[in-house]
């Protein structure tokens, strides 16, 4: 049967489902009369057709139907995301506890008693209505806040995307040497958590919104020691020795400064991976650096930056006060996996080492 109805403008449509011709009759006269529009079919099969052609905003079904029944048919709607919350009321005499407990446990929100009480048709054809509309409100009014809420975030993001290349661009102009390094360490952390991503036991970890803070967050890893470079603290470590007093002041030191621009607030990821890089590089793998993480207490942003930033440390000449060759510092790098390196990401700089900058 097709639509039916005098409908008022913006009114909402009711399906009504009975393999009975006078009950579809009866409740089409009385939902129509109050100016709904209405689509009536003989079976569920038939209902399902009209409702591929139009969603109804309140379905009334018969519960004993041939073929597919109104319980199965009530099932069906609300195992699909696109139909589970239409409202379904039966209409129908159901006189034991056991078929409106199945009824209900079906995704019913009500019945309808026969014979019909045209008053108490209306009536709960309207309060359904309603509630119907002011769900599909709220939701609206959520998925709107939510974009908005999304659109804030990603606007926070990019700002301290660009705050933290800011600092990135400051560091290098105040420390010429460095300039190299810190471009240098940011990029090969990109990559080497481009060839992370494609072990398996980290694809749900690593994605390319990672790949991009990482690549980001990575530059400023030694912010605490440009900050404490004129510091009267001793390093009496030497190039590429530092003291351990040294590197805790340092660690320290990054973290409350970038802790205090987010004055409180939610860092967001480029911020929030940036302060546990600059905290963190100088873990090592069996817990002997600086903070004493150990294996994977140690944040994978942390492993992928410290090897990157020793990496180029071994080919600058500022770790053991002598320049490595490429060759000696990637066997330095693989003599220290499993000691100061996550073995996995051994793995992967060897496999792609070829293709990190290096000068």
């Not at 129509?32 to 009334?60: D, F, N, W």
Request: proline share 3%.
């Amino acid at each position: 049967m097709e639509e039916t109805g005098t409908v008022k403008k913006d009114a909402s449509t009711i399906l009504i489902v009975d393999d009975i011709d006078m009950n579809v009759e009866i409740l089409n006269n009385i939902i129509s009369h109050e100016g709904y529009g209405t689509m009536c079919a003989m079976s569920v099969r038939q209902a399902l057709e009209l409702m591929q052609e139009k969603t109804p905003a309140l379905i009334l079904s018969d519960l004993s139907m041939p073929e597919i029944d109104g319980l199965e048919f009530c099932r069906i709607l609300k195992e699909n995301p696109a139909t589970r919350d239409i409202p379904f009321v039966f209409i129908s005499v159901l006189n034991t506890s056991e078929e409106k407990k199945q009824a209900f446990e079906a995704g019913a929100v009500d019945f309808i008693p026969k014979p019909f009480d045209e008053v108490e048709v209306i009536m709960r054809v309207s309060n359904h209505l309603s509630s119907y509309r002011m769900k599909q409100q709220m939701s609206e009014h959520n998925r709107m806040m939510h974009r908005l809420i999304e659109s804030q975030q990603e606007q926070i993001e990019r700002e301290q995307k660009n705050m933290l290349l800011a600092i990135s661009k400051i560091m290098q102009r105040r420390n010429h040497a460095e300039s190299s390094h810190l471009e240098k360490v940011g990029y090969n952390c990109g990559l080497l958590a481009q060839g992370l991503q494609l072990l398996s036991k980290y694809e749900d970890e690593i994605n390319d919104e990672f790949v991009e803070t990482i690549e980001t967050a990575a530059k400023i890893h030694n912010i605490g020691s440009f900050i404490l470079s004129k510091d009267k603290l001793s390093d009496a470590g030497g190039p590429g020795k530092h003291s351990r007093e040294y590197v805790e002041k340092c660690a320290d030191t990054a973290s409350l400064v970038l802790e205090d621009i987010c004055s409180g607030q939610n860092p967001g990821r480029f911020l929030s991976m940036a302060i546990t890089i600059a905290a963190g590089h100088h873990a090592h793998w069996d817990g002997s650096g600086y903070p004493a993480w150990k294996e994977k207490e140690i944040p994978l942003e942390v492993r992928i930056a410290t090897l990157a930033n020793d990496f180029d440390h071994l080919t600058a000449g500022e770790i053991d006060g002598e320049k490595h060759s490429v060759e000696e510092s990637i066997r330095i790098i693989n003599e220290r996996g499993g000691i100061c390196y996550d073995p996995d990401i051994v793995l992967v700089f060897n496999k792609i080492w070829r293709q990190m900058r290096k000068d």
